[in-house]
């Protein structure tokens, strides 16, 4: 199922609660749309959720960041300055093949991705009518992903989303 909807910064965060208690160590979200459609301030309201401490920042710079302080690690992405090919010399796919310690996994401009996990939860960012909100539309590859997303947005759709 593919989920669409408009989301203002203050519902942000409850929108993330509702998804953390869904998310399994080893889950990759990704996070595509243009620059300022709200990319980095989901992860934060993620980050937060999941009980980090720290603040979590853009890594156009670092590429990768890793947060150790959640219930489970964050491992934050973001690909805006690499090409596909200098994309794939990261080698993100450690992170969902077992070589680190499982976590959550969110990656910006995931367009720019060569190697995809077989399951994966990918979120598409872009304006929305109202200035105040961004549109959000919701897809899963894999069984164990479209089983996570499915119970989130049924939880979600009963706390905060208005019949489409
Ligand atoms: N759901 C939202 N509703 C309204 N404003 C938002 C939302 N998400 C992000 N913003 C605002 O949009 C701006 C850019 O967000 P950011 O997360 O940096 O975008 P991206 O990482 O996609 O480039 C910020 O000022 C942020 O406060
Ligand atoms: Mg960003």
Redesign the pocket.
């Known amino acids: 199922m593919t989920y669409v909807h408009q ?3 203050a519902e ?1 965060d409850i929108l993330a609660r509702i998804l953390t208690k869904h998310l399994v160590p080893n889950t990759v979200l990704l996070l595509q ?1 243009n ?8 992860v934060q309201s993620l980050g937060r959720s999941l009980g980090i401490k720290e603040s979590i920042t ?1 890594p156009s710079f670092t590429l990768i960041d890793e947060y150790w302080s959640g219930r489970m690690p964050l491992y934050h992405s973001d690909l805006y300055r690499l090409e596909p090919a200098a994309a794939k010399e990261l080698h993100l796919e450690l992170y969902w093949q077992g070589e680190f310690t499982p976590g959550i996994v969110a990656i ?1 401009w995931a367009e720019r991705l060569l190697v995809l996990p077989e399951q994966f939860i990918q979120i598409n ?1 872009a304006y929305a009518i109202r200035e ?3 549109q959000l539309t919701w897809k899963a590859e894999g069984e164990n992903a479209k089983l996570i997303l499915d119970n989130f947005w049924q939880d979600l759709s009963s706390q905060i989303i208005q019949a489409e």
Do not use: P, Q
Request: hydrophobic share 35%; glycine share 22%; net charge negative.
């Open positions: 989301i203002g910064l942000l749309g620059l300022g459609a709200g990319k980095t301030t989901f853009s910006e960012f105040d909100e961004r």
